[in-house]
């Protein structure tokens, strides 16, 4: 048993009470009504189609595409674009939350995770009488492809390093890096918009994608510059929509990790390949609780390891439960 001196909440968190969002599905161009509720301990976040009456567990096992965006699925159900969503609860810290919506994508909103950490910070995370469960990175991993990059290393707390090269002038090669916590995830992560190309958004649009994109849920840019009127929210706006993104996507592990993750020029189908090598190697990695511990008058976090990581016990692979109607056992009060 040892302390570490992490800011992390030892205990699991959810909702006060349910949010509602309206907004457009950035691809489909559908608009989509979404409400995220309470849940259970240990119940992870779950989304549930309500138009199809299945339940899709946020889990990296369930991932069916990583195009342009993160979508999961079962069966023939699927929620695309979960990312920005994803993004918020995990860097507000709230672990378990049922997030019903009427059709296959959640919300653009204007791009960034921004309106869904405003609502979601006014009602407020609720404590929950269950520990918190983590994987904690025990031995550096890495994995590339082409010119990608990404890898984790042991650390004390979460910390998200990202680099970014493009050819256009107003991004050029930016570097952002930040230990994750609720505070400095809304003041240096949350706005920070997805972007693109003009001759990528038309090209998209050729081939039925991108129907709800417009320059009031993304930065777009032609060869001189940004579109936006209102100009970039940060000066390297670019790279931290990416180190948001993947925040996002690494929420699909099931829990939070205890690791430092360092990527270059990555993206939705490097981050799960990541999630993929974690998996296949247990030796790099332990799952752990965290507990509150009291030592010589300073508050610190008691780790313990809760299960052995080559008993391969990892989130991912609670059963899934695809009908609305056995969610309910789920759902907090």
Request: aromatic fraction near 6%.
């Amino acid at each position: 048993m040892k302390v570490f001196p992490i800011k992390l909440g030892s205990r699991q968190h959810t909702l006060s009470r349910e949010v509602s969002f309206s907004g457009i599905g950035l691809h489909s161009g559908l608009p989509i009504a979404m409400v995220v509720k309470p849940a259970a301990i240990n119940s992870g976040i779950r989304f549930v189609r309500t138009d199809l009456a299945v339940e899709i567990p946020a889990l990296m096992n369930r991932v069916v595409d990583t195009t342009l965006a993160t979508t999961i699925g079962e069966g023939e159900a699927m929620v695309s674009t979960t990312e920005h969503l994803l993004a918020a609860l995990s860097g507000l810290g709230i672990d378990n939350a049922l997030v019903e919506l009427n059709g296959p994508e959640v919300p653009i909103m204007d791009g960034s995770a921004g309106p869904f950490v405003h609502l979601l910070n006014r009602v407020e995370r609720r404590a929950q009488d269950a520990s918190r469960r983590m994987i904690k990175i025990t031995r550096e991993l890495s994995f590339g492809a082409g010119d990608s990059t990404i890898k984790v290393r042991p650390h004390q707390g979460f910390r998200v390093s990202c680099e970014i090269d493009f050819e256009h002038p107003m991004i050029r090669r930016q570097h952002y890096s930040i230990e994750v916590t609720p505070k400095r995830f809304i003041k240096e992560i949350a706005a920070a918009r997805t972007f693109g190309f003009v001759e990528q958004v038309e090209r998209l649009r050729a081939n039925g994608l991108a129907l709800g994109g417009s320059l009031a849920n993304a930065v777009v840019m032609d060869h001189a510059g940004v579109l936006n009127t209102e100009g970039l929210r940060f000066s390297d706006e670019f790279v931290r929509h990416k180190v948001l993104d993947l925040i996002g996507d690494l929420a699909l592990m099931g829990c939070p990790l205890l690791g430092h993750v360092m990527a270059s020029k990555p993206g939705h189908a490097l981050h799960l390949s990541l999630m993929k090598e974690l998996v296949a190697h247990p030796e790099c990695w332990e799952f752990v609780v965290l507990e509150e511990a009291e030592e010589e008058g300073m508050f610190g976090r008691v780790v313990t390891s809760a299960v052995g990581a080559g008993n391969m016990i990892l989130p991912f692979l609670v059963p899934v439960r695809q009908q609305v109607a056995s969610s309910s056992s789920m759902r907090g009060s």
